[in-house]
Nanobody, 128 residues
Framework: QVQLVESGGGLVQAGGSLRLSCAAS????????MAWFRQAPGKEREFVAA????????YYADSVQGRFTISRDNAKNTLHLQMNSLKPEDTAVYYC?????????????????????WGQGTQVTVSS
C-alpha cells in the first residue's frame, strides 16, 4: 500500500504562485507514474499533469501548460507541482495520484481509473 499526503495549498491572489507537495509512504514511488488531478466545486475531477517513472517526460493539460511544472524526487519519495501565474479558474482541490508499478504512459493515465492510489487533497483558492 502507498499512502499519499498533499500539502502546500492555500489562498493566493491571481498571478501568484504556489508549490504543492505530495509525500508518499509505505512503498517507493520510483516505479510509479505520478500525477496531479484537481476538482473544482460542481465539476468532475480532471487531469492536470503527469510524470513518468522511467524518464523525466512530463504531460500537462492544455489549461495549465506553460504555467505549471510537475517534478519528482524518488530519493525523497515526493512529488511536486509548481504553479505560477495562477488564475481564479485554477481554484480547486488538488489531488496527488500514483499508478501501479511499471505503468507506462497512455490515455488511461489521463483519467482517474488509471491510478491505484490517491491522496486526500489540498485546497487551492485563487482570488481575483
Amino acid at each position: 500500500q502507498v499512502q499519499l499526503v498533499e500539502s502546500g495549498g492555500g489562498l493566493v491572489q491571481a498571478g501568484g504562485s504556489l508549490r504543492l507537495s505530495c509525500a508518499a509512504s509505505g512503498r517507493t514511488i520510483s516505479r510509479k507514474l505520478m500525477a496531479w488531478f484537481r476538482q473544482a466545486p460542481g465539476k468532475e475531477r480532471e487531469f492536470v499533469a503527469a510524470i513518468r517513472w522511467n524518464s523525466p517526460t512530463t504531460y500537462y493539460a492544455d489549461s495549465v501548460q506553460g504555467r505549471f511544472t510537475i517534478s519528482r524526487d524518488n530519493a525523497k519519495n515526493t512529488l511536486h507541482l509548481q504553479m505560477n501565474s495562477l488564475k481564479p479558474e485554477d481554484t480547486a482541490v488538488y489531488y496527488c495520484a500514483a499508478t501501479a508499478d511499471g505503468t507506462n504512459y497512455g490515455t488511461l493515465v489521463l483519467v482517474e481509473s488509471g491510478y491505484e492510489y490517491w491522496g486526500q487533497g489540498t485546497q487551492v483558492t485563487v482570488s481575483s
